[in-house]
């Protein structure tokens, strides 16, 4: 078990060029290779690396003379499937009267047997859902932000109504700014009777989400994971540094006992990804955990998100199962690209759409990744990759009339 | 040729592979400025060199190994060269299916469209307004790539016009847009010499389509929708006909069809990377479809197409083509196709330590940033660009951001205190004020406690530093 373990993770941690060139190479005095000579010299200057390329052209079939042909010539076409050994966990968020919370109705997440929307493979089971991120205290907000928010700032409970009422929030994430020592420092149990207050509010599943000190974190989720015993809220996020600071055991049991969802926090590494699930496994069902690979905004790293996303859903497909769980991302963190709410000048006008589509493009790029939940916040940005989620989630088999583009008088 | 070849791919490849096909002269000849064919192999095999490097394998006595090197090397995803000299464009050439596996190459051109019925002063603004796209992201220039001429009326003889007033006005490479043969040869005849791409042969058209794309020497876009069996059937006669450079256009679809779209661009590169070589050609995207037959206020419009661009680029269209002009609509879109083919490898942090800019002096400027790579490069880019003589200090967050790494601990005033020791900065500058991100702004009063500094709290945005710099540096004496 320990020894597959550990060809999984190879697997999984470096998917890189030319593997087998090394085992190859490592083997070299004991092998004959067909009608090659090779001095030990020569051998010693490769260097495994991914460079910056220059592609060569296929070269011209050779010259046969034959007729052109009068009528389309048949060819067969097979979707390419393929297996997968491996599977994504289902998680489940929120829980209803008879399970003993007070939620309307519970999300079910992941489940996924094969990548993103490939449905020449496999159907969607759970479509991606969004969360609309709540704030328990004045947070500074980009301006096209702001305008949709204006009335309920300050005010956790009616912001979480309006987001499920007006933004059509599968969840709501409440975070708990004001328990950050370095801002207003308050305590877990003021943090504790606002996700009370939110519970009340609104009935769909609660995400808590923390302050970012890790020792405040784990006090204030203790709190609210007894206050909001069988809700299955789910915590955001617990991190490595718990862990180094010996207090992840204390959160994981806390919710462990009261029957709640973690979310696993790891910087855009899925080496500490896998490590900080392995330390979990050791307190909590392999159920209750989703991850946060770290969402980057567009144009400010996303690339790295969107390929470490890739990289764990293939690999959690092809059976490392330490990465068998579903994703969240952070997609309110596009407003950190300066593009998102900078004044540029008048061609890059309006910032109320360049604000709301950056957060968009940021989810949709993600949603392609294989993410399963989503923390957004502008109510723009929430509807088109709903609409797209729905849109993507199923084939229409409806014979569509021909995409001709080219006579649109615009 | 066959439809499976099974071919290594390029995770695969060997140096050996390649070593073996090399001339392998004793002693080596070094004709291509590597110490030997081992060295030149491996280059090779990470396409850092090209095989016309090596002299003796262009010779008659390698014909042989040169055609099986170019075999072998050759990438799942053909590329296509569109236009003529330093404005072509060269479109596909994909080694792999992810992003992580191996860089992608030759980012996707844009094109945006020009249609035949419009006036010309509408054609020259928009040439213009194409032309004079500019954007300076992290110090790179994004532009966009090509112009696809479409023709909406159908006309020949207008067509034709148009195209020569397009190409007259500009020397971006061009997309020739009819499916009527007549219409393309029309616009064929007055610059097919600058190697446009014809769009697009079809069931009903190809074989005319196939005649044109002969006698001008031009590349070929395959037009079947949503039948991947027709497409493919479509590229086996077309390439039997002698047309070798082809581009595949399932169709692109908005609302409840975008599903099968995605499903049908997935499919092709799946199956190409996977050696199917009749499918081994680059894809066209055509988010200009979020126009068709619409009737709802055109910001909505653009707000689809910014949509469906990010999801025709992240899942694998080599060329696209779109309408909107509008800045909000394309920035997000050039960007996020500069990122996707940036090298994968390249590391998310940068090393951290003191950095000089220009030629900072005992009373220039000491900022502080951490060391996630975009941080650094916007921060990077900001100070170049303004030609700012300064110091930077990179902390080490373990390649988190300003603001994540404030929260999350690894960006303290303990932290800060220590890195201006060690810096070696306290003996750069007689000064003593530090200036820190706006995003960090509540660790001043602490940092000013341990480590004796003055701190000025400086932009929340590194673009702010120019002007930060001209109000404030240097400080007031309090």
Known sequence: ????????????????????????????????????????????????????????????????????????????????????????????????????????????????????????????????????????????????????????????????????????????????????????????????????????????????????DPKKDVEVFQKVSEVAAKERVML?????????????????????????????????????????????????????????????????????????????????????NELQHPTLSGTTNAWAAREAWMKMGAEWEPRELRGPIWETVTALVLLLAGVDIFMMMHPAAIRTVKDVIKNISGLSHTRREDTDWISIRM | MTERTVKKSIKELSPLDVYKLLPRITPPCAECGEKNCMAFAVKAVTREV????????????????????????????????????????????????YRHEFTYHNPAPIAIDIADEMSDTQILERVKAIEGFRYNYIGRILKLDMIAVRSSSNDPSRFGAVVQKVAESTTLPLILCSFNPEVIEAGLKTVYTNRPLIYAATENNWSKMAE?????????????????????????????????????????????????????????????????????????????????????????????????????????????????????????????????????????????????????????????????????????????????DCFLIVVDTGGLSVESSVAGRYLTAEIITEVLRKSGIEEKVKHRYLIIPGLAARLSGEIEQLSGWQVLVGPRDSSGIPTFLKDRWPPKKE
């Open chain 2, 212 to 388: 044109l794309a002969l006698k001008y020497d031009c590349p070929l876009v395959v037009h079947v929708s949503e039948d991947l069996r027709m497409l493919k059937s479509l590229v086996k006669t077309l390439v039997e006909y002698g047309v070798e450079d082809l581009v595949l256009d399932p169709g692109t679809f908005v609302g409840k069809g975008l599903a099968s779209t995605i499903n049908n661009f997935t499919m092709i590169r799946r199956s190409a990377c996977g050696g199917d070589k009749l499918l081994g050609f680059p894809i066209l995207g055509a988010s200009i479809a979020a126009w068709k037959e619409r009737t709802e206020p055109k910001e909505l419009l653009m707000w689809e197409e910014a949509c469906l661009a990010s999801i025709l680029l992240s899942r694998y269209a080599d060329v696209l083509v779109m309408h909107s002009l509008e800045g909000w609509v394309i920035l997000p879109n050039t960007i996020w196709r500069f990122n996707l083919y940036t090298d994968p490898s390249k590391p998310v942090s940068v090393e951290a330590g003191l950095k000089i800019f220009g030629a900072p002096n005992e009373d220039s400027p000491v900022m502080i940033t951490t060391n996630y790579a975009l941080t650094f490069f916007t921060v990077e880019s900001d100070i170049r660009s303004a030609n700012i």
């Open chain 1, 1 to 212: 078990m320990a020894n597959n373990n550990r060809n999984q993770e190879d697997k999984g941690a470096s998917i890189k060029l030319g593997p087998k060139i090394l085992d190859l190479l490592r083997k070299i005095g004991e092998i004959e290779l067909e009608n090659v000579e090779i001095n030990a010299e020569e051998i010693e200057i490769w260097i495994p690396s991914l460079s910056p390329a220059i592609l060569q052209q296929v070269p011209p079939s050779p010259e046969i003379v034959r007729g052109k042909p009068t009528e389309i010539l048949k060819a067969e076409f097979k979707p390419p499937i393929q297996t997968y050994s491996g599977k994504i966990l289902e998680v489940k968020l929120g829980a209803t009267k008879s399970e003993g919370g007070s939620r309307g109705k519970t999300l079910t997440i992941g489940g996924e047997r094969s990548p993103a929307f490939y449905l020449f493979e496999e159907t969607q089971l759970n479509p991606p859902i969004v969360s609309v991120d709540v704030f328990d205290t004045e947070v500074s907000l980009p301006k096209s932000i702001r305008t949709h928010v204006q009335e309920v700032l300050g005010d956790p409970a009616a912001w979480a109504k309006l987001a499920v009422d007006k933004f059509n929030a599968d969840a709501v994430t409440v975070h708990l700014v004001s328990t950050d020592p370095l801002i207003k420092n308050a305590s877990a149990r003021d943090a504790a009777r606002t996700i009370e207050q939110v519970l009340q509010a609104v009935d769909v599943p609660i995400i808590v989400g923390g302050c970012g």
């Open chain 1, 236 to 320: 955001s996020s617990l991190t490595p540094d718990m862990a180094e600071a010996g207090i992840l055991g204390d959160v994981c049991k806390a919710a462990k006992d009261n029957g709640h969802v973690v979310l696993a926090f790891t910087a855009l590494d899925l080496n500490r990804a896998k490590e900080l699930n392995r330390r979990l496994y050791e307190f909590l069902p392999k159920e209750s955990i989703v991850m946060d690979l770290t969402t980057a905004a567009l144009g400010y790293g996303l690339e790295y998100s969107f390929s470490i996303h890739e990289r764990a859903r293939l690999a959690a497909l092809a059976g490392d």
């Open chain 2, 50 to 97: 090209a095989l016309e490097k090596c002299a003796p394998l262009l010779t008659e006595k390698y014909k042989a190994e040169y055609a099986q090197l170019r075999d072998l090397l050759a990438p799942p995803v053909k590329e296509i060269t569109v236009g003529i000299g330093d404005r072509s464009v060269k479109i596909g050439g994909k080694a792999v299916q």
